[in-house]
Every structure is written in structure tokens, then in C-alpha cells.
């Protein structure tokens, strides 16, 4: 059974930066593609950014320039890096890992809260 469990959310100030990190378990064809989606108060979850085992990145618009996706494959981690961080990136954020199948599997989410 895949895991996943997040670290590194937390309170920062507007223009500041924070990693997040996901530390996934379980079998290796759990973890083709990894990634991060977020979801604020009242809002539907969205995606924010994937890498998948070969390379391959995708970033949402809103992230692109700001945020960076990287991973360890030998250790099923991925990482986010963010910077500039505005107070819109508020929210729960949450770490993501799809099978080639596309199947997928959920962490339990990190708060992110960017306010001055």
C-alpha cells in the first residue's frame, strides 16, 4: 500500500519562500508521476505541479516562474520549492502520486498560510 506523508507547510510572509516535502512508501509502481495540488477555503482542489519518474514537469500557470518540482526517486520523495509566495497561495496543499495506470494516492495535506 502506497503512503504519503508531507512536511513543511507552515506560515511565511508575503514574497517569502517554503519547501514542502512528500515521503512516499510502499511499492515503486505507486510513484510514476508525483506531484502537488492545493486546495483554499471554499475552493476546489487544483493542481499545481508533477514530475514524473523519467522527468517530465508540469506547472500550473499560476506557479510557473516561482515554484520548482524536483524528486528523489530512489527515496519515492518530491519536493516543491516556492518562492515569492503570494497571500493567493494560501491553502492546503497536498502531495500526490499517480501509477501508470493512473491511479491515484493522496497525503494528508500541509497547511500553507502567507500573510504579513
Known amino acids: 500500500q502506497v503512503q504519503l506523508v508531507e512536511s513543511g507547510g507552515g506560515l511565511v510572509q508575503p514574497g517569502g519562500s517554503l519547501t514542502l516535502s512528500c515521503a512516499g512508501s510502499?511499492?515503486?509502481?505507486?510513484?510514476?508521476?508525483m506531484g502537488w495540488y492545493r486546495q483554499a477555503p471554499g475552493k476546489q482542489r487544483e493542481f499545481v505541479a508533477g514530475?514524473?519518474?523519467?522527468?517530465?514537469?508540469n506547472y500550473a500557470d499560476f506557479v510557473k516562474g516561482r515554484f520548482t518540482i524536483s524528486r528523489d526517486n530512489a527515496r519515492n520523495t518530491v519536493y516543491l520549492q516556492m518562492n515569492s509566495l503570494k497571500p493567493e497561495d494560501t491553502a492546503m496543499y497536498y502531495c500526490n502520486s499517480k501509477t501508470r495506470a493512473g491511479y491515484d494516492y493522496w497525503g494528508q495535506g500541509t497547511q500553507v498560510t502567507v500573510s504579513s
Open positions: 510502499g511499492p515503486s509502481a505507486g510513484f510514476n508521476v
Open positions: 514530475l514524473s519518474r523519467g522527468g517530465n514537469r
